[in-house]
């Protein structure tokens, strides 16, 4: 059924034929999928539907800078797909933003969405702007002007946006700030909120936590442990972060952390609270560099200009951003033993590494289910809001760690049903699909 692979792509590429993030991504789901388009071939209609999303708005972002000189940034909001639930999916901030990438990021979030088991639809928003080196007065305005535009396509029941690169709380807080100004009206309308106006615990460590927890399925799967695995972690941001805390607390230990500027080795383990917390210090510096945690911990070492991924290890993990991984640095992870590439970052691996992985024996995981966490999380911060209540923090971890189990569930049991073994980006994909395809289905030509 490779053909219904070919004509659901060739459809996408015309439409869009500069769009390349966004075309990998379908790429990637559509081939991935033929094994059911092989028993299952009337769904070739409900995806080529569910290719298009349901909405697109773009807009312009005009914010004064320090020196009162006006700037104009593009402003995005993809409403993809609400068959199961109301739109949900993080803003970027990031000068690579254009509408290929959140399309790409979106059209991903239907499928994880639908993973998580919680009822939520995917959506994905976000703008070129760039935070790095902006101050915290341009930060504000420049948020508040983008909620100005983005607050009437959102709310509580229709839309709810969280935080991706280049969002985090205090972006939340300075647009949550601006919705309340302009609604007039107190609600869950974003998630990653602040602890004390509605935010979850958990929320912050959410997608590196449930990283290692799908990671530890995985392992456990093939029957080893994942105590006692070497990590190489990319990226040192919050998914990274909430990645070597998880790791340190299952014993596992992870070696590098990586920034625009290079990667930092840190033989002995990124594993003690004071290096963890580091981590943290470096991101609240707003330089984008990790170069100075090898100052801070001498017995690291910085390679400028490198990958974290020529170092041995058992099990990589991108934390950063799209295709940080290639077939060239896949090909070096094999030549070095590892065997699990765990996806934490969306994308994170190109399309051809993904490949090589999958025809080396390597095990790799997509982002769609082992970045779940943070959206999963997201959907408890929604659950509290409605009803009005707090949770602790064991209380959310639990509900998480059942989540990412029941994800791997589902990845296992749709590889089995199709004979797909230990091939995850078919596992989740399937699942993820089909939930949504079914609600499709029934709520008829929409
Ligand atoms: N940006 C995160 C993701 O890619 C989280 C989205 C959310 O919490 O809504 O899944």
Redesign the pocket.
């Given at each position: 059924m490779a053909e219904i692979a070919a004509r659901l792509l060739q459809t996408a590429a015309k439409r869009d034929p500069d769009q390349k993030e966004f075309l990998q991504a379908v790429k990637t789901v559509v081939e991935g999928l033929i094994p059911l388009w092989e028993q299952r071939p009337e769904l070739e209609e409900v995806m080529a539907r569910l290719i298009e999303p349901e909405r697109i708005f773009t807009f312009r972002v005009a914010w004064l800078d320090d020196h009162g000189k006006i700037q104009i940034n593009r402003g995005f909001r993809v409403q993809y797909n609400s068959a199961i639930g109301p739109y949900?999916?993080?803003l970027r901030f990031h000068p690579s933003v254009n509408l290929s990438i959140i399309k790409f990021?979106g059209f991903d979030?239907i499928f994880?969405n639908s993973l998580t088991t919680l009822p939520m639809g995917g959506g994905k928003g976000g703008s070129d702007f760039d935070p790095k080196g902006k101050s915290d007065a341009e930060v504000m305005r420049f948020c508040q002007s983008f909620m100005t535009e983005l607050f009437r396509y959102i709310g509580p029941n229709i839309d709810i946006p969280?935080?991706?690169i280049g969002v985090g709380a205090r972006e939340i807080g300075y647009m949550y700030g601006q919705y309340k100004r302009l609604t007039h009206a107190v609600e869950g309308v974003l998630?990653?909120k602040g602890q004390t106006w509605g935010g979850s615990l958990i929320r912050p460590e959410a997608?590196g936590f449930g990283g290692l927890y799908f990671a530890s399925e995985m392992v456990a799967y093939q029957k080893q442990e994942i105590a006692g695995k070497t990590i190489c972690v990319s990226g040192f941001g919050n998914v990274a972060w909430g990645a070597c805390l998880k790791a340190a607390q299952l014993k596992a230990k992870v070696i590098t952390i990586s920034g625009p500027d290079g990667y930092v080795y840190d033989e002995e383990g990124i594993n003690t609270p004071e290096k963890i917390a580091y981590l943290l210090r470096l991101r609240a510096t707003c330089q984008d560099i990790v170069a100075p945690y090898a100052e801070q911990f001498p017995k690291s070492q910085f390679f400028p200009g490198k990958k974290p991924w020529e170092r041995k290890c058992d099990i990589a993990l991108p934390c950063a951003t799209q295709n940080e991984l290639d077939a060239n640095d896949a090909a070096m992870l094999h030549a070095n033993g590892c065997k699990f590439v765990v996806e934490l970052s969306?994308m994170g691996c190109t399309h051809d590494a993904l490949e090589y992985c999958q025809s080396h024996d390597m095990i790799y995981a997509p982002g769609i289910a082992c970045?779940a966490g943070?959206?999963a999380v997201?959907g408890l911060e929604m659950t509290q809001n409605s009803i009005r209540l707090r949770w602790k923090a064991e209380e959310v971890d639990q509900h998480l760690q059942r989540i990412m189990k029941d994800i791997h569930k589902q990845c296992v049991e749709a590889m089995t049903q199709f004979h797909k073994p230990n091939d995850y980006v078919f596992g989740a994909n399937a699942a993820g699909f089909l939930k949504v395809a079914t609600a499709m289905i029934e709520q008829g030509c929409v």
């Open positions: 949900k999916g993080g990021l979030q994880k969280a935080g991706d998630t990653g997608t969306n970045n943070g959206v997201s």
